[in-house]
């Protein structure tokens, strides 16, 4: 038995990355609670680990999961007595043993809805996501945000309650069509992928961070097929993840874009990429995610950075920033002009933006480039962005910069 | 008026990408293939399917289950549903189709079915199945068909079906292969391979491993064999 625990291990870390969405969808229906579900889930798995090793691993582990947790959820029902009037979503027998695809979907999409929801603060829903939809642990998101576990505890507690209180649950008929839910889980999904894209401390990319993200999306973009921006998003964040493992050297420090090694971006990861954007294409959608995801796949289907096409991404930039003024988007479009018309002409486009992006480092860093390309002293920029990052990865980069100005 | 025939051309999986051109390239090349056919009014459905090495072909042999997990040899990379006045226009259409040299387009007669062209508008993964006859000759590869035609005629109704077509005999068909300077037709094609696709339906399923296990208990799988390919949303 000693030697069946890593390959049953194996299978359940197999079993839930791939169904954890949907058992724990149709246990929140069942339960009407998040915490309830969750345990109900818990419970099943320390019955899998207690009954597997000697009855052999069944052969759809995910339904025998779910059946079991729904006994476990079922029970602590009739415990619980009078307190099971309170579960309003109690909508059919429990111990059916396949759901109907339709409810499998609308189980999925009502717990993304919950845990995004927009009355949530931001913290609440990200942490929310992150435990309840992938199964981080307190102990992994205190390491992922940087904080005490106690305080990740209690923002995991604060945002249950929350919908608990307000009763958020959308059980009420056509929960699906609540304008502002989609924006809310798109912005989620967007914010835990640049957690993983540029952690503020620490090492450059959190690599599983950035995979969970683009994962969530893809069940996501499959939930809600005729959103173009749910494409839209996936298509950005495959473009991020193919490119991801070359973003750092051996050291961990930053690698431009413009340096980064392309004979080692996933090809597979591209591929899924630029079917995602055809999709949104072909739904018509121009909005931010969309937008973004044009200027990746420029940038990922180059085939060298000088070779790039410029043209395309100031188009797209202009677009992005015609969707709403971002300093950010303009300093990025400042980038791409200074590539097709030069130096000079990125500077100038630079040059409105000193005062808003004054506390950014990375206005300083692209002034430095570009001063550098005019023979100009680069070496305050570089320093004030140097002061201004958090991001060790970064740091050693702008060092290494400043470093090279000295030889 | 003409009577007008549907037929399904198939294009044939080439091997994988190897470098960012290529895959950049074939991108390219795909999306220009549907353009190309819906300009010419005579698309009514058509689907791109997720490389093979992704992919599970299941069968029977005697009372042992198969399953197999790709990459497989001369199988679909996407699918183009046609309809035309004949064969003859259709293996034109194939001919005029923008692809590259050592491509390959099977064209092949429907004989009966339809498949939903809103499928991917609807939440959830799409499951292309290809129906596989294995025989020595093509009557017994006919009777195989029958047989499977018999048993699931009435069987793919269920939750999440999105149709499908049945396809005539390989015979019946063209092979257009491309080459550096033309697309030429070959003769056939042939029951050349061990296993001849005769079908093809589309089922929603929540993934592979559900798809595997739903045609695990098929009779397309008791009298035959089934390749099962997630369609990309494109």
Known sequence: MAELTPSLAAVLHDVLGRERSRIVGALYRLCGGLDAAEEALQEALVAALATWPTDGVPDNPAAWLTTAARRHALDGRRRRGVAAAKAPMLMEDPMAAEDALETIHDDQLRLIFTCCHPALPRDGQVALTLKVILGFTIEELARAFVCAETTMAQRIVRAKRTIEDKQLAYASPGWRELPGRTTAVLEVLY??????????????????????????????????????????????????????????????????????????????????????????????????????????????????????????????????????????????????????????????????????????????ATRAELLRRLGRDPRPDYERALALTQNASEQAFLRRQIASLDS | MTAMTDYLLMITERPAAATRAAVTERAATRAAVRTHLAATGALVDGGELHPSAESKRVRRTGEALAVEAGPFDATLESYYLVRTPDLAAATALAK???????????????????????????????????????????????????????????????????????????????????????????????????????????????????????????????????????????
Not at chain 1, 288 to 304: G, K, N, R, W
Request: charged residues 25%; glycine residues 8%; hydrophobic residues 50%.
């Open chain 1, 191 to 364: 914010l835990i992928f640049n957690e993983g894209h540029t952690a503020r401390t620490g090492a450059l990319a959190r690599l599983d961070l950035q995979a969970e993200a683009l994962r969530l999306a893809r069940l996501v973009s499959e939930l809600l097929p005729r959103e173009p921006e749910a494409s839209g998003l996936l298509a950005l964040m495959a473009f991020g993840v193919a490119r991801a493992a070359t973003r750092a050297d051996a050291e961990g420090v930053l690698v431009r874009l413009e340096d980064q090694d392309r004979d080692r971006w996933d090809l597979a990861r591209i591929e899924e990429g630029l079917f995602a954007l055809r999709r949104a294409r072909t739904l018509g959608g121009r909005g931010s995610y969309v937008l973004q995801a044009e200027i990746a796949a420029c940038h990922t289907t180059a085939p060298t950075w000088a070779a790039t096409d410029w043209d395309a991404i100031t188009r797209a930039y202009d677009e992005l920033l015609a969707l709403g003024n971002s300093p950010v988007v303009a300093l990025n479009r400042a980038v791409a002009i200074s590539m097709r018309e030069g130096a000079v002409a990125g500077l100038v486009e630079l040059a409105p933006l000193a005062e808003i992006l004054a506390r950014y480092h990375l206005f300083y």
């Open chain 2, 96 to 234: 005029a189709l923008p692809l590259h040299p050592d491509d390959v387009v099977d064209v092949r007669p429907v004989m009966k079915g339809a498949i939903k062209a809103d499928k991917l508008d609807q939440p959830g993964k799409v499951f292309a199945f290809a129906v596989l006859g294995a025989a020595a000759d093509e009557p017994t590869w006919i009777q195989q068909m029958d047989r499977i035609d018999l048993a699931t005629h009435d069987k793919l109704a269920i939750p999440g079906g999105c149709g499908g077509v049945r396809l005539e005999a390989p015979t019946t068909g063209r092979r257009v292969a491309f080459d550096a300077s033309k697309a030429r037709v070959v003769d056939g094609p042939f029951l050349e391979c061990k296993e001849v696709i005769g079908g093809l339906f589309f089922l929603r399923m929540p993934s592979l491993e559900d798809a595997t296990r739903w045609a695990s208990a098929s009779p397309f799988v008791a009298l035959g064999g089934l390749e099962i390919r997630e369609l990309w949303r494109s």
